[in-house]
């Protein structure tokens, strides 16, 4: 059923579809006065994010390792949108000091900060340590926004009480959380060279990306914060997140080219998640094509998030 509303674009519950784009979910959302960390938001899905996000009223910063690719997305949003507010801010993921270093920065703005899109991704790389010793898809797709989440957490916290405006953490993920190892996450292999699968190690970082989102969204339920956060899976879109399997994803563009969106229909999930109104209070959700969906067992073990959360705290000290 999921895969056939995916290639018709029939629309769900909320009223939007696979065909719906990023302008579309969140037409007339006034998001003036509010400040958008997006992180990638140098290449494909994030650069969509950005104008969007900057269109609608944000103020944009985005996070970025090459500050050359994200002046020139600043001065292509410039072009069209004259008013956008859009800062760029270096941040090398994979880096543990580059993260703390952009939240100083970010911090040191003294601006609020309402919602953070962590968007960045690295898929399918050969087998590689990050400079903090940990297999690099790992430490990109969920250690960095991991420590990220937790640095900026407290003037997400601030800004909501302050402001009365509910603020929203959006972590990308993808239907490849499903072809992860066996166990899920490898929590004693996790930097294993010798069984290193690189398709597995990208699935296994994206089920983490779930897992992230469920337990932080349990945390700040607890705590009774006015901070949401869900995890979303932006569909199959070409950007340059292929680079590592080019010939992979050319058959899988051949075969099931029904199910392929474009960059803006591809950034509309992250965008309504992050924007809507009628997503008030939603927390610990997995959403795909701007509806919520169920993701596999592992996507909703709760043991398993909290796992992965007490050795993610263990790889950040
Ligand atoms: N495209 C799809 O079909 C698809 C499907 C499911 C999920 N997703 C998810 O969507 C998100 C966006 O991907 P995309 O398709 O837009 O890919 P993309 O075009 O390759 O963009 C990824 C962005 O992440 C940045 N990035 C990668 N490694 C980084 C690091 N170590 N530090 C800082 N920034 C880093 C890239 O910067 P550089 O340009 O410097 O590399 C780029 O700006 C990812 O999380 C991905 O897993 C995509």
């Known amino acids: 059923m999921r895969y056939f509303s995916q290639a018709t674009g029939i629309r769900g519950p909320s009223g939007f579809g696979s065909r719906s784009t990023a302008e579309q979910v969140t037409d007339s959302i006034d998001a003036s006065g509010r400040t958008v960390i997006i992180t990638g938001g140098s290449s494909g899905i994030g650069v969509e994010t950005a104008r969007v996000m900057a269109l609608r009223g944000a103020h944009v910063i985005i996070g970025a390792r090459n500050l050359e690719?994200?002046?020139s997305v600043k001065q292509g949003i410039l072009q069209n949108t004259p008013s956008a507010k859009i800062d760029?801010?270096?941040?090398?993921?994979?880096?543990?000091?580059s993260v703390?270093?952009?939240?100083?920065?970010?911090?040191?703005?003294?601006?609020?900060?309402?919602?953070l899109i962590n968007n960045a991704g690295v898929m399918n790389c050969p087998y590689n340590l990050s400079e903090d010793g940990i297999e690099l898809q790992f430490a990109t797709n969920h250690i960095g926004h991991f420590l990220l989440a937790n640095l900026l957490l407290d003037k997400m916290k601030s800004t909501a009480e302050e402001t009365g405006i509910e603020g929203r953490i959006v972590i990308l993920s993808s239907a490849a959380h499903l072809v992860t190892y066996r166990e899920g996450i490898r929590f004693d292999k996790i930097n294993d060279k010798n069984t290193y699968n690189s398709h597995s190690a990208y699935g296994q970082s994206k089920l983490a990306n779930i897992l992230h989102a469920k337990e932080l969204a349990k945390h700040l339920k607890e705590e009774g914060a006015n901070v949401t956060v869900n995890a979303v899976n932006p569909g199959l879109i070409k950007t340059n997140?292929?680079?590592?399997?080019?010939?992979?994803?050319?058959?899988?563009r051949v075969l099931l080219f029904v199910l392929w969106k474009n960059i803006p229909q591809g950034a509309a999930t992250s965008c309504y998640v992050a924007l809507h109104p009628s997503l008030k209070g939603v927390s610990g959700e997995y959403f795909a094509d701007c509806n919520i969906e169920t993701p596999t067992a592992k996507g909703r073990n709760e043991e398993l998030a909290k796992k992965l959360w007490e050795l993610s705290e263990t790889l950040i000290k």
């Open 69 to 71: 690719a994200a002046d």
């Open 88 to 97: 760029i801010i270096e941040l090398e993921l994979s880096s543990q000091n």
């Open 100 to 115: 703390r270093a952009f939240a100083d920065k970010f911090l040191a703005m003294n601006l609020p900060l309402n919602i």
């Open 241 to 252: 997140l292929m680079r590592h399997s080019v010939f992979y994803f050319t058959m899988l």
